[in-house]
């Protein structure tokens, strides 16, 4: 299968992702992004927010020097900056680190400190959202990590769907798998991690909204606890 022509237009590229949701439902990781890798070449890239770098290690295994793109928001854990650049080191591909417009110091004089207290749906849109629409700007097709089990608002997440909003092919190859069969690759693999993930979070994002979870809680739970708010807008409201 060659690199999908650069002259396709948004109707096609959308019928191409739909059939490829169907026809991948049941393939394994590396056979879709194999599909993707093959289809997309260049114009493909994967997201990570470095909770550990699985898709990134697949991917890999299919493109060597897959671009990998992560937000930095300004609001990390040290921890997630070092999983970045431990992954950066010593895996074949090639990290793109993309950044707000404003710095927190900058967004705090325009909009009064701890924006994310006040309005995390716009602290989101600032520092996440539109950085990765300007990263995405060269692709025309992503992958990411989401998968069904990571809560309700994720439980039909195709593994190949059509990315309205952005008007990309998304890919999300590990869409079926369990938590276990992260940890199995993980394992199988010696796959980097991010050391917070051995901590009591088993979701990471950025520090000011990000909690260790309860017994018995949603993996998600720790994200924005108590605000109403279960997901930045990367992927949904």
């Known amino acids: 299968m060659t690199a999908v022509q650069e002259d396709r237009t948004t109707d096609d ?107 995390p749906d716009l602290c989101c849109k600032l520092r996440k959202i539109e950085p990765l629409e300007r990263g995405l700007k060269g692709y025309a097709a992503w992958a990411t990590g989401l998968r069904r089990d990571d809560s309700p608002t994720r439980s039909n997440t195709p593994v190949v769907g059509w990315d309205e909003k952005r008007q990309k092919v998304k890919v999300s190859p590990i869409a079926r798998w369990t938590q276990d069969d992260v940890d199995a690759y993980v394992a199988e693999h010696g796959v980097l991690t991010n050391p917070l993930l051995m ?14 979870v309860l017994e018995g809680e949603d993996a998600r739970a720790g994200r924005w606890a108590g605000r109403g708010k279960t997901e930045c807008g990367l992927h949904g409201s």
């Not at 901590?199 to 260790?212: I, L």
């Open 13 to 119: 590229l959308k019928a191409l992702a739909e059939q490829a949701g169907r026809e991948l439902e049941d393939a394994s990781a590396l056979e879709i992004l194999r599909w993707a890798t093959a289809t997309f070449g260049k114009n493909f890239c994967v997201t990570s927010s470095m909770e550990d770098a699985v898709v990134a290690h697949l991917a890999s295994r299919t493109m060597p020097g897959v671009a990998v793109v992560f937000l930095d928001t300004g609001y990390h854990f040290p921890e997630t900056i070092g999983t970045r650049d431990a992954v950066e080191a010593v895996m074949d591909v090639r990290v793109l680190t993309l950044t707000p417009v404003q710095t927190v110091a900058e967004q705090d004089a325009e909009y009064g400190p701890k924006l994310h207290d006040r309005d």
């Open 199 to 212: 901590d009591g979070y088993t979701s990471v994002g950025c520090a000011p909204c990000t909690r260790r």
